[in-house]
């Protein structure tokens, strides 16, 4: 069993940065791909980042490409989600997620993943 914290949420205002961080305890973390996802109010739950459990094959959503990192400290079971001009559409709660199953592959899809941290609130303001 793993548990996923998440922190470093907060208010920002547009154009500014923040860097969100994943900790995991339990099981085995370092061997499983890992993601982020955000859901808005009253949408979906959406596809954000993810990152193979080596570190070396990263995945974005379009609407992130080039303002976001996804990273990895296995050595620390953290994984990371650097966000830079940011933009008031990327207000959301940020969930982390563990998938057990994916070792070649990575996936934008939530059926994947097992394991779910419990969100951080991200606020962007205008």
Same mark, same amino acid.
């Given at each position: 069993q793993v548990q996923l914290a998440e922190a470093g949420g907060g208010l920002v205002q547009a154009g500014g940065s923040l860097r969100l961080s994943c900790a995991a305890s339990g099981g085995t973390f370092r061997s499983y791909a890992t993601g982020w996802f955000r859901q808005a109010p009253g949408k979906e739950r959406e596809f954000v980042a993810a990152i193979r459990w080596s570190g070396d094959i990263t995945y974005y959503a379009? &609407?992130? =490409?080039?303002?976001?990192?996804? &990273?990895?400290?296995?050595?620390?079971?953290?994984?990371?989600?650097?966000?830079? &001009?940011? =933009?008031?559409?990327d207000t959301a709660v940020y969930y982390c997620a563990a998938a057990t199953q994916l070792s070649r592959?990575? &996936? =934008?899809?939530k059926y994947e993943y097992d394991y779910w941290g419990q969100g951080t609130q991200v606020t962007v303001t205008s």
């Open positions: 379009d &609407s992130v =490409k080039g303002r976001f990192t996804i &990273s990895r400290d296995n050595a620390n079971n953290t994984v990371y989600l650097q966000m830079n &001009s940011l =933009k008031p559409e592959v990575l &996936s =934008k899809l």
